[in-house]
């Protein structure tokens, strides 16, 4: 499988730059969490008598392997640990706009999100609501066809692909594909050369074994419940990049939250970039780590068959990587599900870099799309 690299070989990129465990990644559709009150206590107490601003901070995330620094960091109290008194509200999300509802809710504080709902977020708020503070993860998508009915790429013309919602991070990327094979889809209906069948990847699985899609551009872990389902990886998304990285999750706040709690953002941010260094440096520990964040949201493990190889392909990451989300707004504008946007402000990289520096470890960059 080309372009995937495994954990136990990597260090975060900032070191050197569902089922509801088949989950919907970076989409649309589901219901936001429930509104909660803002606690607004500042009395509280960290390390050395410092005091934070706020005495709780919600985050939000997907119970979804490419969320690993959002499991991992809130199962084994690694982000919790730098808040000293302020406790974290965790919050899960199955879909993108849900959480970007929250967001604008003021019921969350931070989250977890994809590229597509955080640019359609920022564009539909001109610019308001939202800002990128960092990276988490980069890679962990695949396309997994039949291997009975598709043996090449070319192969794909005339089949049905699922993708898991229209104008999703997923979505995007295999209309840009079939754009560059030369071949035509309506970006609306999905119908085309090939049939692009927008389906919840909770039921994916399904319409695989039944026959009704032969096939699936589809994140971690379905990707390889497609896999143990006899499914083939045809393709690696990770094959199509520069460097072989492209962002599939990044960190999210409140411009509100960060304006008013910006001491509450480093010590989130302190927590997550010693959460990627403590994954990387104990790939097996994190692994089990994040399966038994996921058990403790779906009720069940993921059997070894699904989580290994999925763990495999799915790189953490300080880094934004935020020239490839530039991309990806530039292929929604091609495919004609985005209006050209303006981008600008959409990262503030401040905190991060000043925490990475205060670690040691080399700044990262907005691609020119930081607040002017």
Known sequence: MSGARPLTTLRAIAVTATLPLLLTSCGYGSEAAKDEPQDKASNVAAPGGKKLSVDEVRIGYFPN?????????????????????TKVKPQSFNAGPSEIEALNGDSLDIGFIGPSPSIN???????????????STSGGVKLVVNPDKIKTLDDL?????????????????FLNWISEKGWKVDPESGKGDVSVVRTDNKVTPDA??????????VPEPTASKLVSDGGSVLLDETALWPDKKFVITNIIVS??????????????????????EWINANPDKAKASANAKLAAEGGKPLDAKILDPAWQSILVT?????GTLKTQSEWAVKAGLLEKPDLTGIYDLTLLNKVLKATGKPEVSDAGLGAK
């Not at 695989?208 to 032969?214: A, H, N, P, R, V």
């Not at 411009?255 to 990627?276: I, M, R, Y």
């Not at 300080?318 to 935020?322: E, M, S």
Request: charged share 25%; net charge positive; proline share 3%.
């Open 65 to 85: 392997l490419t969320h690993a620094t959002a499991l991992v960091g809130l199962q084994e109290g690694l982000i919790e640990k730098e808040l000293a008194g």
């Open 121 to 135: 977020g920022y564009v539909k708020s001109k610019s308001s609501n939202l800002r990128i503070i960092s990276g």
């Open 157 to 173: 013309k005339g089949k049905r692909i699922a993708t898991p919602q229209k104008g999703n991070t997923q979505d995007i990327a």
């Open 208 to 217: 695989f074994k039944q026959g009704s899609i032969d096939g699936a551009w």
């Open 255 to 276: 411009q509100k939250f960060l304006k008013a709690h910006p001491d509450v953002v480093e010590a989130v941010l302190t927590g997550t970039v010693k959460t990627n």
């Open 318 to 322: 300080d880094d934004p990587l935020a």
